[in-house]
């Protein structure tokens, strides 16, 4: 394998190894630049308060101090009941909503699998 071709914005020569029968690296290889640019793009959705992981560790305490004031009779049994239903309805969301992007996530990435399949075997047969 070689060295690829690339020049960074800083003048030097990329240090990346080239992908087979290619001169650029994958980070330079002018076919992923739609793949690069899907995955820089998923950087800001999964940062921040907007995780999911986050996201239900807070519902999980908050339904965890609702348990302890119903408990202590700060909180009305019927008052804890709904909104622990509805506790528990946010952090259906937040997991039903992880799962769907998950699946996304994985159908684009199969679909970029199944393109770089196809690039290869038309490339093998000179189609």
């Known amino acids: 394998m070689g060295i690829c071709s690339a020049i960074k914005a800083n003048g030097q ?3 990346g190894r080239a992908i087979d029968g290619s001169q650029w690296c994958w980070n330079h290889n002018p076919l992923h630049v739609e793949a690069r ?3 820089a793009s998923k950087g800001g959705r999964r940062g921040g308060r907007g995780r999911p ?3 239900l560790s807070r519902l999980q305490e908050r339904l965890e101090d609702l348990a302890d004031k119903v408990l202590a009779g700060e909180v009305e049994r019927g008052v804890g009941a709904v909104a622990g239903q509805l506790l528990a309805g946010a952090r ?3 997991r039903d909503g992880l ?3 998950e699946q996304e ?3 684009s990435r199969l679909e970029e699998v199944e ?3 196809a690039r290869r075997k038309d ?3 000179g189609a």
């Open 37 to 39: 640019r899907r995955n």
């Open 99 to 101: 799962a769907a992007r």
């Open 105 to 107: 996530e994985l159908i």
């Open 53 to 55: 992981s986050a996201q």
């Open 123 to 125: 490339d093998r047969w």
């Open 13 to 15: 020569r990329c240090g």
């Open 115 to 117: 393109e770089a399949l």
């Open 92 to 94: 259906a969301c937040v």
